[in-house]
């Protein structure tokens, strides 16, 4: 019910989530100090529908790491742990999402972690072994979604330059799993040099427009790339947590180029490293698309804080609360994005990817009820699809349905979803019998 509460409203305040009623409020409080609800629980119930909807396709397994920064005074810390720079505490959480790699559907999420820091760590980074680095983190997820995506044709895991860990590179790809991560070392290759001097004696080979989409560093903007590629033998570092790793490991480099960007705009220099053979232009330009792919996670980030249920703003008290209500709020946050992914028709998944059974079941009758007298106020998509069922939920958020009309954002789906929830347990009641 939490998690159903969340994703109508955008909200993660429990007094909201509430509906005014004292007891449910404080039922949400209880269900959070209960021992028995473990983050660890919480977050194996990330991945419940994602198991059937990867099944036999290509997957983008996309994972990051967010901050979630909550307000905090030095007489009240609320048990967190440093965060990011300066003095921000919070939680991080750490997710993987799982994406068609052909359609960048949002299939939902797959593993993760979310925590806080317990303290400064004073062991120098390099001198740490892997197992105690934060970092392990990468690996770690990544390990998870093996059993996740089992049943996947491909899995290909794309992370940022965090993820640039040679034990990953070493240990990890194998069968129908790969890796494809931005570069952050400049890692020595086999016979001498580094991998930006390979790149370096490379010609261009190719160019096209990339269209950029909008950071917090910088906004959306297109322009025009270069790019270029080889296959790389990449030597293992010398440090702890290396030394029974094998000695290198045979990747392929992809690098694109921004040779003439606008005056003040940093120009866009990946350097890309994957598992997955480059024989041509084509299969280094499909390389850079998937990696490009890796913004829905971003997405993802800014439905948890921001642009929907403004995680950040919650005033629970104790750390070990707001890390479950973090996890839960990831999982909400998984299932407004397809919603609103499937607003364009993308991807055509279930309707089950998102809704219960007996919530399609409504969903149906509420359908027929919206069937207007002209084909364009009529839901175009396929029945039970989740493009379908967004369509429903829009209408319901007071969208007027026709295809010439600004489509729903995030507000639209919030106030649907209100009214479907209340619609749908009216429908629970509908057999009940009142003596």
């Not at 829905?296 to 609360?321: C, N, P, W």
Request: aromatic share 6%.
């Amino acid at each position: 019910m939490l998690l159903d509460r969340m994703v109508a409203r955008q909200d993660i305040c429990l007094r909201r989530l509430g509906e005014g009623r004292r007891a449910q409020e404080v039922g949400f409080h209880r269900l959070l100090a209960n021992d028995k609800v473990t983050i660890e629980r919480l977050i194996q119930g990330w991945s419940e529908q994602t198991v059937s909807a990867a099944a036999e396709r290509h997957v983008l397994a996309i994972q990051d790491t967010s901050e979630i920064t909550f307000a905090t005074t030095p007489e009240r810390r609320r048990g967190l742990g440093e965060i990011g720079k300066g003095g921000g505490r919070g939680v991080l959480v750490h997710a993987m999402v799982a994406i068609d790699a052909v359609s960048g559907g949002c299939l939902g999420l797959v593993a993760g972690s979310v925590y806080t820091r317990k303290g400064r760590v004073e062991t120098p980074h390099a001198k740490r072994s892997l197992k105690d680095k934060e970092s392990r983190r990468w690996i770690d997820t990544a390990l998870q979604a093996r059993s996740v995506l089992a049943k996947a044709a491909t899995v290909t895991i794309v992370a940022d330059r965090e993820s640039d860990i040679y034990a990953e590179w070493a240990t990890l790809p194998g069968g129908n799993v790969h890796l494809l991560t931005r570069v952050m070392h400049d890692r020595a290759v086999a016979g001498g040099g580094t991998l930006s001097s390979v790149t370096a004696a490379l010609p261009f080979v190719a160019a096209r427009r990339l269209e950029l989409l909008a950071t917090h560093k910088r906004a959306a903007r297109s322009t025009q790339v270069s790019l270029r590629f080889s296959k790389v033998e990449v030597c293992c570092p010398d440090n702890p947590g290396a030394r029974d790793l094998p000695k290198t490991v045979t990747l392929n480099l992809v690098e694109v180029v921004e040779l003439g960007p606008p005056a003040a705009a940093e120009p866009v220099h990946w350097r890309l490293l994957t598992t997955h053979e480059i024989s041509d232009v084509a299969a280094a330009w499909q390389i850079v698309d998937w990696y490009r792919r890796r913004w829905t996670i971003e997405q993802l980030f800014r439905l948890m804080k921001t642009h929907g249920l403004r995680l950040e703003d919650s005033q629970l008290a104790s750390a070990e609360v707001l890390i479950k209500l973090a996890a839960i709020a990831t999982k909400a946050a998984a299932v407004i994005l397809q919603l609103v992914q499937a607003r364009e028709g993308i991807g055509g998944e279930h309707a089950a990817n998102a809704f219960s059974t007996s919530d399609i079941a409504v969903l149906d009758s509420l359908d027929a009820s919206y069937q207007g007298r002209t084909a364009l106020q009529n839901n175009p998509h396929p029945r039970h699809s989740l493009a379908w069922a967004a369509w429903i939920i829009a209408r319901l958020g007071g969208w007027n349905g026709y295809p010439s009309s600004k489509p729903p954002g995030p507000i639209t789906f919030r106030h649907g979803l209100e009214y479907f929830r209340a619609i749908a347990k009216g429908w629970e009641l509908r057999d009940v019998c009142i003596p």
